[in-house]
Structures are given as C-alpha cells and as structure tokens.
C-alpha cells in the first residue's frame, strides 16, 4: 500500500510539475508507424494556442505549453466521457487534483473524431476551487455535469488541500455546447450537505462520487470512517442517508476505495483494507466488492481476497480497471523463475458480484513476463469485452531500441491470450500513459492516453504532454460488437417516428417474440410490453413527459439478449 501511494505522488509529480527555466517547447503530436487508427484527436485549448507559461513548480502551478499542457493527467478524478447521437463528449480537468479549477469540454464526431463544438468553464482566475466528477445525458436530454466546488465559507486545511465542498450541476445543450443551467447552492444555507470531495492522496482514505438519482435530485457516495449514501434534493438538502459499514478493524488500517456506476445504474465500491505496518495480508487485509442500487439497497458484499491471492506476503495491488459489470484487477506476485525471483503482472477479473471469471500473466517480446520491477512496462488499460468472454489489455512499452511501443492483447476467458498489434510510436520522446479505455456505442474501442513529450536527464526534465483519445476498430482488433441474434434484429430494425408524440412503432426484419421495456436516463422502467410473433409492434407513449427515453428489445430465445436504442418525445 506505501509502495501504491508513492507510486501515485510520483506520478503526480511528474505530470503536474516541472522545475524553473526549462526550454520552451511546442508539442508534437506522436505517430504510430505503419499503422492508422480510425482516428486520432488531441485535446487542445485554442485560446492558449501559442501561448506559454513559465512553470514555479514549488507554487503547484501547471505547465501550459502551447495550449496542451494543463490538463490533469491521472485517472483518479478523470470523467468518462459521454456518447450521444454518434458524438463523444469528452471533458477534461483543468489544472492539477489540488488547485482544480474548472473543466474543458470538447464534442467529437465519434466516427471520424472531427471536432464539433467546445464548451467548459474557466475558473483559474478565481480563487474558489471546482472539479467535475460525473457526467451523463439527463431525461431532458441534456448533458449534466456534477462535481464539487470548494466552500468559501470554510478555510482549507493548512496543506492546501479543500476537504469541505458543495454540489455543483451544470447543464448544456449536447448540440450545441451551451450552458442551458447552473444550480447554484447557498453556502449560507446551513440545511445544505457539506460534501468532501475525494482526497488527492489515496492514503488519506476519503473517496466519494456523485451520481444522479432521480430528476434534479443527487446521490453521494462517501468512504471516510463509515461507508455512507446520501440523497441531495436540488437544494442540496439531505433528504434520505444510509449508513453500510463501519470501519472497524483490529488494527490501524488504511483503506483504499475505488467506486464507479454500472450500465444498470447500480453503484459498485469497491473497499480495499490494509493494516498499518503490518504486510502480513493473510492475517490483516479484507476486499470488499459491495453493490449499491439506485435506492440506496445493499445488494451483495463479498470479500475477494482469496480469489485475488492477496495471502502472499509479496502480493501488491497496482489498479483496478471497470466497466458495466465487471472488475479487472491488476497486480504483482513474487514468483521464482529458475533462480531468480521475479515480480510478474497478473490481470484478475471478477463479475460485479464478486465471482471471478479469469487470471491472466502476459509475456513480453522476449517470451518473458512483463515485469513490474521493470518501469519499461506500464501497467497498461484493461477493457472488459461485451459480446465474447475476455479482455482487450492495452500495455504501453519502451523497447530495446528506445521506442516506445503500444501492444494489444485480447483473452479468451481461459486464461489464454492472443497479441493483436506490436505498434511502434515513432519518436523516442513519446511516452504513452493509458488512462482511458471505452466502447462506441458500434463497438468500436477508444483509447484515453496522456502522450509525454519528455526529455529526461537525471532529476530534470524538460517536458510537455497531451491528452489524445484515438479510436480503434472492432474489426481490425476482431472483436465482436454484437451477438447472432442481437445482429439479426438490429441490423434492419425501424423505429418510427422520432421524435414521437403519442404512437411508437417498432418493425422488426422477421418474426419477433421478447419483451419490449421503456426506461428513462436512470434507468428507471416506465413501460413493459411482451410481444409474441410479431413483425411490427406500437407502444403508447402518450402519457410519458417530453425528454429522451431508451427501448430496451430482449429476444427469448434460449439465453435472453438484448440490445437498447434511443428516442425522444415531444
């Protein structure tokens, strides 16, 4: 855990910071040789276009070079982006987890990566502090940003750190990138939550997230002392609190927490306790996989720490990678090859209920495992496939020659694995951090990485970066992007007329039976309807308020598989 914790301060410090007078430089972006994503785009402020910023690193302030450079690189605050009518939204940090200060927001043609619009909010002129942390299309069909903004009221801790913050909603016109809404809360207001945003140091043991409940209503997520859920009303009045667990623990712990949402609006924690000072995991750590529904309902807690293996006194934990439901761990354990012990890089991955699908250890180009005493390899981007058993790993490696390389992976559920792709990046001062990894609602892959620019010469460095999404396709990495029967409904399947004020209409290519269900943006069921050999089905919707709903088509036969398609009332 001190091992994790260092880990992350230096990385930190090494993407927020860099020493006085080094040369200015203008970013170039990197390139792979003989090989072209389906696209490639490089997140830029273009009112910082040309521009530069002498750096003071002992102030905390960022590098701005050429527009590029102040974007907070790490994962741990990061937003996933949103896909909406064949765009990807993406919004970035300003600045770094401490001095947090606003957000940038860019819309991208999610097939072919053309920027479309660029939107956000600049507060690094102000000194109260805002971060965002969860971002959606709302049942208004908005883009809604949630986030924490600094209480003015309260004084920061002597280390700079803001451990008192109030809810803050944004809404946009997706279109268009325009602010439609801001709820601003009265920090006066005394009935008003007092939130704690996540704690820039994983040590320190504080995580929460905000995510929507119902319409203009909020659900806070919190891990301090106690494992807590609240519900905010737009006021950001409580107006319903869980208390899960207490930790109570034999001895002093530290508690890593990691929390995401699932594509079935359910709330994932995950809880990782580690004594102080004692590495004798067998005897003094827990991991918890705890699943929370939209109602605040405890689901299912499970301790995984047999199936992770974390009964080895030289078992580390390095990240964990989500998405829907499932859970990718990724680690180290000792092991003697010959006579040599030796650290190797094991990807473990569990279902949201804790039952674990498949361990895997990958091999190098060499035929020998990728080492994690080894900085050449990264610890890379673990991407759960949806339609096959599996998952696409994505390991950025700097290779004999003083490349670097980016190497994809994909299992097959058994513990097996075949290479896809051995890419060169063509400049040996491009270094790839992956951060992000996410499927196109084609099923197609797109890749979040920070490119470093970076010159180094012992404890110096001379060193600008990028945040770069590139997408990859389906079909050159042979992933499927939908099952036989699923393919067999969508790929002619009519839904007309949208936008829809009273009569929907599904038409089917052949003979349908399954279920029809209507859901709104949080996943709540508004209408179901079972259909028996039909070609062509109606559903009224005459009843249901203006806003952007799904339909969710579940075919039965056999196993139940279904796929969910938008439309919008009026």
């Given at each position: 855990?001190?091992?994790?914790?260092?880990?992350?301060?230096?990385?930190?410090?090494?993407?927020?910071q860099?020493?006085?007078?080094q040369?200015?430089?203008?970013y170039?972006?990197?390139?792979f040789?003989?090989?072209?994503?389906?696209?490639?785009h490089?997140?830029?402020?273009?009112?910082?276009?040309?521009?530069?910023?002498?750096?003071?690193?002992?102030?905390?302030?960022?590098?701005?070079?050429?527009?590029?450079?102040?974007?907070?690189?790490?994962?741990?605050?990061?937003?996933?982006?949103?896909?909406?009518?064949?765009?990807?939204?993406?919004?970035?940090?300003?600045?770094?987890?401490?001095?947090?200060?606003?957000?940038?927001?860019?819309?991208?043609?999610?097939?072919?990566?053309?920027?479309?619009?660029e939107?956000?909010?600049?507060?690094?002129?102000?000194?109260?502090?805002?971060?965002?942390?969860?971002?959606?299309?709302?049942?208004?069909?908005?883009?809604?940003?949630?986030?924490?903004?600094?209480?003015s009221?309260?004084?920061?801790?002597?280390?700079?750190?803001?451990?008192?913050?109030?809810?803050?909603?944004?809404k946009?016109?997706?279109?268009?990138?325009?602010?439609?809404?801001?709820?601003?809360?009265?920090?006066?207001?005394?009935?008003?939550?007092?939130?704690?945003?996540?704690?820039?140091?994983?040590?320190l043991?504080?995580?929460?997230?905000?995510?929507?409940?119902s319409?203009?209503?909020?659900?806070?997520?919190?891990?301090?002392?106690?494992?807590?859920?609240?519900?905010?009303?737009?006021?950001?009045?409580?107006?319903d609190?869980?208390?899960?667990?207490?930790?109570?623990?034999?001895?002093?712990?530290?508690?890593?927490?990691?929390?995401?949402?699932?594509?079935?609006?359910?709330?994932?924690?995950?809880?990782?306790?580690?004594?102080?000072?004692?590495?004798?995991?067998?005897?003094?750590?827990?991991?918890?996989?705890?699943?929370?529904?939209?109602?605040?309902?405890?689901?299912?807690?499970?301790?995984?720490?047999?199936?992770?293996?974390?009964?080895?006194?030289?078992?580390?934990?390095?990240?964990?990678?989500?998405?829907?439901?499932?859970?990718?761990?990724?680690?180290?354990?000792?092991?003697?090859?010959?006579?040599?012990?030796?650290?190797?890089?094991?990807?473990?991955?569990?279902?949201?209920?804790?039952?674990?699908?498949?361990?895997?250890?990958?091999?190098?180009?060499?035929?020998?495992?990728?080492?994690?005493?080894?900085?050449?390899?990264?610890?890379?981007?673990?991407?759960?496939?949806?339609?096959?058993?599996?998952?696409?790993?994505?390991v950025?490696?700097?290779?004999?020659?003083?490349?670097?390389?980016?190497?994809?992976?994909?299992?097959?559920?058994?513990?097996?694995?075949?290479?896809?792709?051995?890419?060169?990046?063509?400049?040996?001062?491009?270094?790839?951090?992956?951060?992000?990894?996410?499927?196109?609602?084609?099923?197609?892959?797109?890749?979040?990485?920070?490119?470093?620019?970076?010159?180094?010469?012992?404890?110096?460095?001379?060193?600008?970066?990028?945040?770069?999404?590139?997408?990859?396709?389906?079909?050159?990495?042979?992933?499927?992007?939908?099952?036989?029967?699923?393919?067999?409904?969508?790929?002619?399947?009519?839904?007309?007329?949208?936008?829809?004020?009273?009569?929907?209409?599904?038409?089917?290519?052949?003979?349908?039976?399954?279920?029809?269900?209507?859901?709104?943006e949080?996943?709540?069921?508004?209408?179901?309807?079972?259909?028996?050999?039909?070609?062509?089905?109606?559903?009224?919707?005459?009843?249901?308020?203006?806003?952007?709903?799904?339909?969710?088509?579940?075919k039965?036969?056999?196993?139940?598989?279904?796929?969910?398609?938008?439309?919008?009332?009026?």
């Open positions: 855990m001190i091992k994790y914790s260092l880990l992350f301060i230096l990385m930190n410090f090494l993407t927020i860099s020493l006085d007078g040369e200015k430089k203008i170039e972006p990197f390139n040789e003989n090989y072209i994503p389906i696209w490639k490089t997140v830029i402020d273009t009112s910082l276009a040309g521009k530069f910023k002498e750096v003071n690193y002992s102030t905390g302030d960022s590098i701005f070079y050429d527009g590029f450079s102040h974007f907070y690189g790490t994962d741990i605050f990061q937003v996933d982006p949103v896909f909406y009518n064949n765009t990807i939204i993406v919004i970035e940090q300003f600045g770094s987890a401490i001095e947090s200060q606003g957000a940038f927001i860019q819309c991208l043609n999610s097939k072919t990566g053309e920027l479309i619009w939107s956000g909010y600049d507060l690094r002129n102000i000194s109260q502090r805002e971060y965002p942390s969860y971002a959606y299309i709302n049942t208004s069909g908005q883009l809604e940003i949630l986030g924490y903004r600094e209480d009221t309260v004084e920061p801790n002597p280390f700079g750190y803001w451990n008192h913050a109030k809810l803050t909603v944004r946009y016109d997706p279109n268009t990138g325009e602010l439609v809404e801001r709820l601003i809360i009265n920090e006066e207001d005394s009935l008003t939550a007092d939130l704690w945003p996540t704690s820039p140091l994983l040590s043991g504080v995580k929460s997230e905000i995510y929507p409940y319409d203009n209503e909020y659900q806070y997520i919190i891990l301090s002392d106690t494992l807590k859920s609240f519900v905010l009303d737009s006021n950001s009045h409580i107006i609190n869980v208390i899960y667990r207490n930790l109570i623990h034999k001895y002093n712990v530290t508690v890593q927490t990691k929390m995401y949402r699932t594509s079935k609006k359910e709330n994932i924690v995950l809880m990782y306790y580690l004594a102080q000072g004692s590495y004798n995991f067998a005897d003094s750590s827990e991991f918890y996989i705890m699943k929370i529904d939209n109602d605040n309902n405890l689901l299912s807690e499970k301790d995984i720490r047999q199936d992770l293996k974390l009964t080895d006194n030289y078992t580390w934990l390095y990240n964990i990678f989500e998405n829907d439901d499932y859970i990718t761990f990724v680690g180290e354990k000792h092991v003697d090859i010959g006579d040599t012990t030796v650290p190797l890089m094991i990807y473990t991955v569990f279902d949201s209920n804790g039952r674990k699908i498949e361990e895997i250890t990958l091999m190098d180009e060499n035929g020998d495992p990728y080492l994690y005493g080894n900085y050449n390899a990264r610890i890379g981007q673990v991407m759960k496939l949806k339609y096959e058993p599996g998952i696409l790993i994505f950025s490696e700097l290779g004999a020659d003083g490349y670097n390389y980016l190497n994809i992976f994909k299992t097959d559920g058994n513990g097996d694995y075949t290479k896809l792709k051995h890419i060169k990046i063509t400049g040996k001062n491009h270094s790839l951090g992956l951060t992000g990894g996410y499927f196109t609602p084609e099923g197609d892959v797109v890749l979040k990485v920070l490119d470093f620019n970076t010159d180094f010469t012992d404890y110096t460095n001379s060193s600008i970066y990028a945040t770069v999404y590139m997408a990859f396709s389906a079909e050159d990495l042979n992933i499927k992007t939908d099952t036989d029967d699923e393919a067999l409904i969508y790929r002619n399947l009519k839904l007309y007329p949208n936008p829809v004020k009273q009569i929907l209409s599904i038409e089917f290519p052949d003979s349908f039976t399954g279920t029809l269900e209507i859901v709104d949080l996943g709540r069921k508004l209408k179901i309807q079972k259909v028996q050999n039909k070609v062509t089905q109606i559903i009224d919707v005459s009843n249901i308020k203006s806003g952007r709903y799904f339909i969710n088509i579940m039965d036969s056999g196993k139940t598989k279904y796929k969910t398609q938008s439309f919008v009332v009026e």
